[in-house]
């Protein structure tokens, strides 16, 4: 039996393949182009995602959705079950800031809900427990406030800072 494959083409002209029902599976955007005839002999597009990052999602998709009994997890109700597909996902998220937002950003660009979840809930933790000073820090996020208007968000929003 033969795997079909698919050519994805980055915005940067970099093409790779991934197994036709692993991404289809993954990725509704892919899948809505796929039905319509697209990706027949020609790679489909997939504009604003680099080679870079696109390598990394098919790393994820492939992982995550070529072998549909391995994306299973018949032992999520044990505590500390070492986990192969959880172990796989934690490694994969200890990337650099901007790879981790290119990731949001491609999962969003490609709909692709586990990566979107696994990438988002990874940035929340980064910001779990820290201050908004810290947090501002962190993500390069410049404080345009005056004293005055922060202080009317921080009474309208009192019990965020509880």
Not at 61 to 68: I, M
Not at 112 to 137: F, H, N, P, S, Y
Request: charged share 35%; glycine share 4%; with cysteine.
């Amino acid at each position: 039996m033969t795997t079909k494959m698919v050519r994805l083409r980055s915005s940067d002209g970099q093409e790779l393949e991934v197994m036709e029902e692993a991404i289809a599976a993954a990725s509704k955007t892919i899948k809505d182009a796929l039905e319509k005839g697209g990706a027949a002999d020609d790679a489909i597009p997939v504009p604003d995602v680099t080679g870079r990052v696109l390598s990394r999602v098919l790393e994820y998709v492939s992982r995550h959705f070529s072998d549909p009994a391995a994306a299973a997890d018949p032992f999520d109700y044990i505590p500390n079950f070492d986990n192969p597909l959880k172990a796989f996902d934690d490694a994969f998220v200890q990337v650099d800031q901007d790879t981790l937002f290119d990731l949001i950003h491609a999962a969003e660009c490609l709909d692709i809900e586990g990566l979107m979840d696994l990438a988002c809930k990874t940035v929340a933790d980064q910001m779990r427990g820290k201050t908004i000073e810290e947090i501002r820090k962190k993500f390069h996020v410049v404080n345009d406030y005056t004293a005055r208007e922060e202080e009317d968000v921080r009474k309208e929003n009192a019990w965020a800072f509880e």
